[in-house]
């Protein structure tokens, strides 16, 4: 599936939906010179993309979140700077969103800029208490394409146990990731996995396997 210029990541909170998207803007670009990533997470104060924005930009990669850029004090607004990249073609554009519905709500900001020129990813975890079957998830999904008016387009299985994950916990996360997608009519576009865990994943699995590292966790909390 050829992927759109922009990527919105959604999912619930706890899923590793910031970390998927940080290690994703750092994959685009190495094939992109000009990628951004709008950090549009302004519920969770905890593990934000926009907490590692010095690694992001060594790789060139232009990040965006709070218009008051004071690291002690969270504040609910993203800079009018993000709507440079998604008004300028030549950029890939990442749009990492809050953890809930009510997370969704300032994509509408955006509508007018997306149209057809997106792609809303939702990142599954299925270890988590609020996404482990397939009603719980189908009742999210909607509720984030109702509230931002915005379809999705894939899932991507972010099944995991931070260090801990084995193959069978993203084996038994693909199972549920493809009961939704057959629900949602979406396909699945990853499975991501750690580096010790990718080699033991069957080659034949529904989904690009897509290797992880771990840049929002500290080495005490894994």
Known sequence: MEKKRI???VGHYGTGKSEFSVNYAINESKEHNRVALIDL?????????????ELLEKHG?????????????????????AYAPLQDESYRLLI???????GARPLRLYTEYLTDNY?????????RPETQNLEQNL????????????KLSGIVNNTHLLKS???EDVIRGNKLALEVAEKKGVPIIYN??????????????????????????????S
């Open 7 to 9: 990527t919105i990541i």
């Open 41 to 53: 997470d302004n519920l969770n104060m905890y593990f934000r993309s926009r907490e590692v924005r």
């Open 61 to 81: 990669i232009r990040v965006i979140g709070s218009q008051i850029e004071t690291p002690a004090v969270d504040v609910p607004t993203v800079s009018a700077e």
């Open 96 to 102: 990492d969103v809050g953890g809930n519905m009510q």
């Open 119 to 127: 792609d809303m990813y939702y990142v599954l975890n299925a270890n």
């Open 139 to 150: 009742q999210f999904i909607n509720e984030i394409e109702g509230m931002s008016g915005l």
């Open 165 to 167: 994950t084995s193959p």
């Open 192 to 221: 991501t996995a750690i580096s010790s865990v990718v080699d033991g994943l069957p080659k034949d699995i529904k989904g690009e396997i897509f290797p992880m590292e771990l840049f929002l966790r500290k080495d005490w909390m």
